[in-house]
């Protein structure tokens, strides 16, 4: 079937099973790998994107679904001004080890800060549970996080 | 236990130091492959320079997440004397013949590279200092380096890198052995905390994991195994997975019964992954009985308990008399205790893409040992070595998973009968169940105390995997864990079981496991003998000294784990008052060269266990490389043990595991981590890996705190549910 997204300001037209899920027309049909595929449960969230602002596991989230909303990934959420701001974050608190769930990681936050500019520690837990990270970075995320609020690491 | 020793990492890779030190290897001139730009010197197989002074410096171990990919080119950078911020890092190919060792296994990149690395700079910066002297009519010895320039101090003239290093390039290089490196007081660039050059792609999303590789006519696939590991297809309808959209092909692969090579299962390629993946959902595969169906972890667990009451099957080691110790005591002690297989749960799951085509196959593959998985592929497929080509990628989390390369295997045995380049991605249910687990044990202690509380004698029947001599892989024992050799009287008896399910290396292997049960045995004999449990660790250590031989992989120092508990207990403020229900916990575990010791802070309430702080103080030589790396993987291997401990077990029912998923073998999640303050101690020893020493003594730190929290004693792992 034939769909019409919006991903990261463009509009692009795929030719897809409709329930594919978003993570792989993103993957495999779209090129952009940057969204990251672990568990395909939402059970890490690795695969976050954003779907009208709101953080949602495309691993999970069939493209029948997705519809007209906009679509934002990592390799879009710098557009963003929060999302640089947390992007920058990470680069100066040095979060990842091997990275590989820090594309997630940054949606996640990126999604926390939009409706919570100065986020508490029990706001981040809250919004970034999950989201593993198995080299367990978890210390600089929010130390990350909260440089990105202006909270101070 | 030859046979075991001979894989222990840390033995291993010891015996290889010399050749690698010694053999001028590191100065190979092939020229590296890839990305060469116009007008560049190429100093040697590590350093290229351009005309405008931009240096690339080849990083030659897979990256895993040990930020090898930055640590080691800032060796080469210091000593060639350029401006960091001037460096682009390659990753090499692999390519041993170049390369020498490219393994990120057994925290010994490090060790075995931080002499060799630099003379490779060192090396680069005395041609680049010839190549001036020439051009100028002057003696080399008038030369001297800032960084990216040679100059010439009595004329005060200069030269850039960038002009220099072509003409360097064609010059003879130095004997390395000749060279003197710099003082480390004069260090700009080693000690100062450095970030990956991936970090950029990393926080953009641009490609840069094995499972992010494109080549062009590239076709997705999934691979189906047996759950009884090793079980063969014994009939399979294919065409429900044929009828599926996108679908390109689907067949039976062979394999064999090695469990650490090609296993027997069913590919289904298709044009995107989902396909495949929903293709492979349809087949109906009848897999034939397979001797190890009848495995069990409540079979193991009985048998072990057979085995703990027996006479052992063999003595690895015995000094002095145990038996005479434990009759003189004042105090005998004897606990049991035991921990489960678990599983490497990396994020990014197992996953390769190959391409064969007329007998030459080319891999892009996350793996941190590449050369097993050549030969792997070699033999399977029938093609040469040589006509075999290996690109590493980075690596979604390593923890010794990808040390094994049956998925590099699978994908080029795919992609060869498939006709056309695969990229082979597993399930994360084909991840959880065919791992190559951190195997199980159960070890019997007795200690005897005399009247003074000190300790007179130490026993533990350790009952393992294996058959007859051989221990299963990663479930052995070497005998000489502390307390060995400062106890007069001790001895380390085994009794195996055989196993039929694929075990491996997994972060600090077997030390994972020891760590735990010694010394949270240890904290047992300090509360026996009311001793403080810091007080009761540092007479056992002694005087300053070296147990074991010098050079050796096991031999220990007790001066310098004395040094890493004094400065954890200092930290920590051991010894202060705690609230009721909260307690502090110690531990200290020496492997993978590296000394470490850590305090946790824990609290329970109404079975609610709660982690207030860890410390942790590390001796891993005189030189921290890139402490920003450093304070991560510290930080990382205790959280990552604590999540362990916490939480996961694999089971098997049936010859097959039981557990599928993050939601049955959970991993650590933020709302569980507590902060980590990380302390190193120098000491005048050669610098050395920090990928693994701080995980093993984690797991005890944290039950010794909710024994003073509680008074209840974890003996049995994983945490789960015992304090409810």
């Known amino acids: 079937m034939a769909f019409t997204l919006t991903i990261n300001g463009e509009t692009r037209s795929v030719e897809v099973e409709g329930d594919t899920p978003l993570l792989w027309v993103l993957r495999d049909t779209l090129g952009l790998v940057g969204t990251k595929f672990g568990c395909g449960a939402a059970q890490c969230g690795a695969c976050t994107v954003h779907i009208d602002g709101a953080p949602v596991r495309a691993c999970i989230t069939p493209v029948r679904r997705v519809g007209d909303k906009k679509v934002v990934t990592i390799e879009g959420v710098g557009k963003d001004p929060v999302g640089a701001k947390v992007q920058d974050a990470w680069k100066t608190i040095d979060v990842p080890q091997c990275g590989y769930c820090q594309a997630g990681q940054i949606m996640s936050a990126t999604a926390l800060l939009t409706a919570n500019p100065k986020p508490d520690d029990a706001a981040i837990d809250e919004a970034m549970n999950g989201n593993l990270c198995r080299c367990a970075t978890y210390i600089r995320i929010k130390a990350a996080i909260k440089a990105a609020s202006g909270q101070g690491a | ?724």
Not at chain 2, 102 to 127: F, H, K
Not at chain 2, 225 to 248: C, E, N
Not at chain 2, 559 to 580: H, I, P, Q
Request: aromatic share 8%; glycine share 10%; proline share 6%.
């Open chain 2, 1 to 724: 236990m030859d046979g075991e020793m001979l894989r222990d990492p840390t033995r291993r890779l010891f015996l290889q130091t010399g050749a690698a030190l010694g053999g001028g290897l590191m100065m190979s001139f092939s020229l590296s492959s890839v990305g060469h730009a116009a007008g560049e010197g190429t100093l040697n197989a590590y350093v290229r320079i351009a005309p405008d002074g931009g240096v690339t410096i080849v990083s030659k171990v897979p990256e895993v997440g040990q930020g090898i990919k930055t640590s080691l080119p800032m060796l080469i950078a210091e000593e060639l004397d350029v401006e960091w911020s001037a460096v682009t890092v390659e990753q090499a190919i692999a390519d041993t013949k170049v390369f020498g060792r490219q393994v990120a296994g057994g925290s010994m990149a490090t060790t075995l590279e931080y002499d060799g690395l630099r003379r490779v700079g060192a090396t680069g910066r005395a041609l680049l200092i010839a190549a001036a002297a020439a051009r100028w009519g002057v003696p080399a010895e008038t030369c001297a380096t800032e960084p990216g320039f040679v100059v010439h101090g009595p004329s005060k003239r200069r030269l850039a890198y960038g002009e220099l290093a072509q003409a360097a390039s064609a010059l003879t290089p130095p004997d390395p052995k000749s060279l003197t490196l710099k003082d480390p007081k004069a260090f700009r660039i080693i000690g100062q905390p450095h970030r990956s050059g991936d970090l950029d792609a990393i926080v953009t999303g641009q490609p840069v994991y094995g499972i992010d590789v494109r080549v062009p006519g590239m076709l997705y696939a999934t691979f189906a195994k047996a759950p009884t590991f090793g079980a063969r297809v014994a009939s399979v309808d294919l065409a429900p997975a044929k009828a599926v959209a996108g679908v390109k092909s689907a067949f039976v692969v062979e394999g064999g019964t090695a469990l650490t090579g090609l296993l027997p299962g069913v590919a289904v390629v298709a044009d995107s992954w989902w396909a495949a993946r929903k293709g492979r959902n349809a087949l109906e595969i009848q897999w034939a009985d397979h001797p190890t169906k009848a495995q069990s972890s409540a079979g193991f667990a009985a048998r072990a308990a057979e085995l703990s009451k027996a006479a052992p099957h063999r003595t690895l080691r015995s000094d002095g008399d145990v038996d005479a110790a434990f009759k003189g005591a004042a105090k005998v002690v004897s606990a049991a205790y035991d921990y489960p297989f678990i599983a490497h749960a990396n994020l990014e799951p197992q996953n390769c893409t190959a391409s064969f085509k007329d007998g030459k196959v080319e891999i892009w593959a996350p793996t941190q040992n590449p050369e097993p998985g050549r030969k792997l592929v070699a033999a399977a497929l029938g093609v040469a070595e040589t006509d075999i080509t290996i690109h590493l990628v980075r690596v979604g989390g390593g923890f010794g998973r990808r040390l094994m390369n049956d998925y590099m295997v699978e994908a080029a045995m795919i992609s060869k009968l498939a006709g056309a380049p695969v990229k082979l991605v597993w399930t994360r249910e084909d991840d959880t169940q065919h791992d190559f687990y951190r195997p199980g044990g159960w070890h019997n202690f007795t200690a005897g105390l005399d009247a003074k509380g000190d300790l007179v004698g130490w026993r533990d029947h350790f009952v393992t995997f294996g058959e007859g001599e051989q221990f299963a892989t990663a479930a052995g024992m070497n005998a000489t864990q502390f307390p060995c050799r400062a106890v007069d009287n001790y001895r380390l008896d085994v009794s195996v079981m055989p196993l039929g399910a694929p075990t491996g290396f997994l972060r600090a292997p077997a030390n994972n496991a020891f760590g735990f049960v010694i010394q949270c045995f240890t904290d047992e004999l300090a509360v026996a003998s009311g001793q403080d449990p810091v007080a009761f660790r540092r007479k056992l250590l002694g005087e300053p000294r070296l147990l074991g031989d010098p050079g050796q992989g096991d031999s220990f120092h007790t001066g310098r784990m004395r040094g890493v508990l004094d400065l954890v207990a200092e930290k920590s403020g051991w010894g202060r008052k705690t609230s009721k229900g909260t307690g502090l916990g110690v531990a200290c575990h020496y492997s993978h060269l590296g000394y470490v010791a850590v305090v946790m802070e824990v609290s329970v309430s109404k079975g609610a266990l709660k982690i207030h702080k860890v410390w942790a103080a590390a001796d891993v030589g005189s030189q921290i490389v890139n402490p920003s790396g450093a304070e991560q993987q510290v930080q990382g291997s205790i959280l990552d043990a604590i999540g362990a401990t916490l939480h996961q077990a694999i089971t098997f029912e049936n010859g097959a595991a039981v557990q599928s998923s993050f939601a049955d073998h959970p991993l650590l999640r933020m709302t569980e981590a507590p902060p980590v303050e990380v302390h190193f101690k120098l000491s005048d020893n050669r610098p050395t890996g920090l990928g693994e020493p701080a995980y093993p003594p984690a797991p005890a730190a944290l039950c010794n705190a909710i024994f003073a929290a509680t008074g209840k004693r974890i003996r049995s792992l994983p945490i789960g549910d015992q304090l409810a």
